[in-house]
């Protein structure tokens, strides 16, 4: 399936979405390659054209823009830890599949995690005007929702353990989105000696 056929499927009739992405044959690499690989990339290159070009106002402090060199290899971290953060969030899906009486199928679980990651991914655009960056968080809880609707179809979960299940997930991958943007925070704070700007 095209690439803006998925996202516009799954941010707009995720109900039916689901069933034909767990019917859909793939491998790791291909959803990597043609869907995750695409769509990770939105917030860190939005990023470091926000941050780098257009930059951020600190009430009291002034102006700030981060250099292109340190931008650029901050959004290459942040990318690069972003790719692996899905991995693992869906290691840990998988892992947890037999505490809800789930099936465990990594594969599955890398679609849903990926599938569900989508709102964050596509709202990632908001940091190219710093300011706006903070409203990706409603599309994390839309991902919430989505990975809700997800997980019974993807991992084939009981209806009585789709919450908890949902609820334990979720914290998974706030902890793992977290840690990952913890690491990319600080090799960034560690890069930058970028000049202040005022404008």
Not at 33 to 48: D, G, R
Request: proline share 8%.
């Amino acid at each position: 399936m095209e690439l803006q056929t998925r996202v516009t499927n799954i941010l707009t009739k995720p109900r039916d979405e689901w069933p034909v992405i767990a019917a859909e044959p793939t491998d790791a690499a291909t959803l990597y390659k043609t869907y995750i690989a695409i769509l990770a990339a939105i917030p860190p290159i939005a990023s470091l054209i926000g941050m780098t070009f257009i930059g951020v106002t600190v009430p009291l402090l002034g102006s700030y823009r981060i250099g292109l060199v340190h931008g650029l290899t901050g959004a290459v971290v942040s990318y690069a830890l972003a790719l692996a953060g899905v991995y693992i969030a869906a290691i840990v899906i998988d892992n947890l599949a037999p505490q809800f009486r789930s099936q465990s199928n990594l594969l599955q679980a890398l679609k849903l995690v990926a599938y569900a990651s989508t709102p964050s991914w596509v709202a990632g655009v908001l940091s190219i005007v710093p300011p706006l960056a903070a409203l990706a968080v409603l599309a994390g809880l839309y991902g919430i929702y989505l990975f809700y609707l997800g997980v019974g179809p993807m991992m084939k979960t009981p209806p009585d353990k789709v919450v908890p299940y949902m609820i334990v997930s979720a914290i998974v991958i706030i902890i793992v989105t977290a840690v990952m943007g913890t690491i990319t925070g600080s090799i960034t704070a560690a890069l930058f000696v970028g000049p202040r700007i005022g404008f």
